[in-house]
C-alpha cells in the first residue's frame, strides 16, 4: 500500500503520523490499549489490516500493549533498527509498512518473543456479540 506523506497525513492523527510513518514511539503508559481486556482483534490504525489476537496479548510491565505472536505469521514484517545506539528489531504492518514497535526475544510461552508495540499504531476491534 503506497500512499505519499500527505496522503497519510489526511487519514492519521499527528501522533499516529509520527509513530507510524516516522517511527517514533508514544511515551510509555499513555496508551488506552494497555488496559484493554476484552476479545478482539487489533488491527493496524492506519490501513485496518489484522494484526494481533487478544488471546495473545499479554502484561508485559513495559508501559505499551505486548503480544506473544502475530495473528498470521503474514500480518507483521520485520527490519533491524539501528537507531540509538542500539540494534533492535523493528515491527511494522505488512500491508502498508507501518511502524508498529519493536520484537524483543523475553516473552511467554509458547513463542518467547514481545512485540512491544505502540497502543496508538493500533486499533481494537472488539469481538461481536453472538
Known amino acids: 500500500m503506497q500512499k505519499s506523506d500527505d496522503e497519510w497525513r489526511g487519514t492519521l492523527t499527528t501522533e499516529q503520523f509520527h509513530v507510524l510513518r516516522k517511527h517514533g514511539t508514544e511515551p510509555p503508559g499513555s496508551s488506552p490499549l494497555n488496559g484493554e481486556k476484552r476479545e478482539g482483534t487489533f488491527t493496524c490504525a492506519a490501513c485496518g489490516e489484522p494484526l494481533f489476537s487478544s488471546d495473545t496479548k499479554f502484561e508485559s510491565g513495559t508501559g505499551w500493549p505486548s503480544f506473544y505472536k ?59 456479540a453472538d
Open 70 to 128: 502475530p495473528l498470521a505469521e503474514t500480518a507483521v514484517a520485520t527490519t533491524t533498527d539501528s537507531s540509538l545506539f542500539m540494534t533492535r528489531t523493528e515491527v511494522h504492518c505488512a500491508k502498508c509498512g507501518g511502524h508498529l514497535g519493536h520484537v524483543f526475544p523475553d516473552g511467554p510461552r509458547p513463542t518467547g518473543m514481545r512485540y512491544c508495540m505502540n497502543g496508538i499504531a493500533l486499533k481494537f476491534e472488539p469481538d461481536k
